[in-house]
Structures are given as structure tokens and as C-alpha cells.
């Protein structure tokens, strides 16, 4: 079956640390999106990438990095500059060509906790 | 004027009711409207969507209601049953000559259908 697979599920980061989400797709999606979530924020967008080797800053990409090596893959890096990184993480994908219409298709989401 | 507002931020509804949330924008270049659905500790799943070329679009008990001049759009849920208590979120996007731009999310609604 095609989907999205994050891992892990849970994740827990000491302060100081870098820690970095696995994003993995077989849909043959050539948009990726990395989206956070904080109770009663909605989704707030990270990064995206449209293209492999390609990637655009979202609206609160500080204190994060991301790499698009390979068209199925489109890890994140928690870095320690990024203060309050506690939330729910999830990974999105999208056909990405002329009038789609078929939105994204979500992970199941990496929920990171700081210890 | 990239923003979806979203309301009500919760909703409590009675078994066999109508569930209704509501969305605004400014940006009429948005073209593209869907609706996902998003249970806990899961990612959002696609529910319906919608182009602004028509009014209203029906899937089985979800009802999307759109009003182009006054840049609003709704979700209805007929006869909600306890197994649609989630978090539902409103989105939109822009089409840039045949290629569909990010989405743009609302901040969600927690719905509880009470038994």
C-alpha cells in the first residue's frame, strides 16, 4: 500500500541535542512539507521541498533543517537552537503538477517531547 | 490576506445532529478548498473538497457550502455520530497558472459528538 511512513512515533530530546525525524513516501509525490502542531495552533509549515535537491523555509523554519536527497525522503533536523521544540510533527506529500487537485497526504506523526 | 480563519474553535453536538464550522478568507485567488479530518495521535486525512466554480459539494453525510461572494465556506455534517469526535481543519490554496500553491490551514475545530 502507498502512504507515508514517520518514524519514530515518539521521540524525546535532551536540551542541547539535535534529533532528526524520518519522512519516507512511495506515493511518487514530488512535493513533501514538514508541518507542526501545538494545541490550538493548527498546522504551522516548516519546510517544503517541490523537487529533490530543492527546498523553501516555511513560516517557523528557525532552529530546524531539512535535506531532499532522494524524491521518497525528506528528513527533518530538530537543531538546539530551535527553544521550545515540544510538539507534534507531522510530514505531508502532494502530486505537484499543473491543476492537481488531489491535496496532501499526512504521515502519522512524530510526537517529540524535551526531557 | 493569506489567512483561513476557523470557527468555532470546539463544538459539542448531540448524537443524530448537524455539526456546522465555518471558514473565511481574503484572498480571492484561492481556488481550491478542502477539508480534512484529523483523530488523535493521527495525521489529517483528506475529507472533501471543493472549487469555487460551484456552491455545494455532497459526500455521503459531509456537505461542503460555499459562498464565493462572501468568501466563506462550511463544512455540515449530517446526523454526526460519536465516530466523527475529531479535529477538523478548513484549508485553501492558490493556483499559479496550472500549479497549486501551498495549503493554507485553518486553526482547527475539536468536535465531540455526545452519545
Known amino acids: 500500500d502507498g502512504g507515508i511512513t514517520q518514524s519514530p512515533k515518539y521521540l524525546f530530546r535532551k536540551e542541547g541535542q539535535n534529533v532528526t525525524l524520518s519522512c519516507e513516501q512511495n506515493?511518487?509525490?514530488?512535493?513533501m512539507y514538514w508541518y507542526r502542531q501545538d494545541p490550538g495552533q493548527g498546522l504551522r509549515l516548516i519546510y517544503y521541498?517541490?523537487?529533490?535537491?530543492?527546498?523553501q523555509k516555511g513560516d517557523i523554519a528557525e532552529g530546524y533543517s531539512v535535506s531532499r536527497e532522494k524524491k521518497e525522503s525528506f528528513p527533518l533536523t530538530v537543531t538546539s537552537a530551535q527553544k521550545n521544540p515540544t510538539a507534534f510533527y507531522l510530514c505531508a506529500s502532494s502530486i505537484s503538477t499543473a491543476g492537481s487537485v488531489y491535496g496532501y497526504t499526512f504521515g502519522s506523526g512524530t510526537r517529540l517531547t524535551v526531557v | 490576506q493569506q489567512q483561513v480563519k476557523q470557527s468555532p474553535q470546539s463544538l459539542i453536538v448531540q448524537k443524530g445532529g448537524i455539526s456546522i464550522i465555518n471558514c473565511a478568507y481574503e484572498n480571492t485567488a484561492f481556488d481550491y478548498f478542502p477539508w480534512y479530518q484529523q483523530f488523535p495521535g493521527k495525521g489529517p486525512a483528506l475529507l472533501i473538497a471543493?472549487?469555487?466554480?460551484?456552491s455545494e459539494k455532497k459526500e455521503g453525510r459531509f456537505t461542503i457550502s460555499f459562498n464565493k461572494s462572501a468568501k466563506q465556506f462550511s463544512l455540515h455534517i449530517m446526523d454526526s455520530q460519536p465516530g466523527d469526535s475529531a479535529t477538523y481543519f478548513c484549508a485553501a490554496s492558490v493556483n499559479y497558472g496550472g500549479s497549486q500553491g501551498n495549503l493554507i490551514f485553518g486553526k482547527g475545530t475539536k468536535l465531540s459528538v455526545k452519545p
Open positions: 521541498s517541490q523537487i529533490v535537491n530543492d527546498f
Open positions: 471543493i472549487r469555487p466554480d460551484v
Open positions: 506515493l511518487n509525490h514530488d512535493a
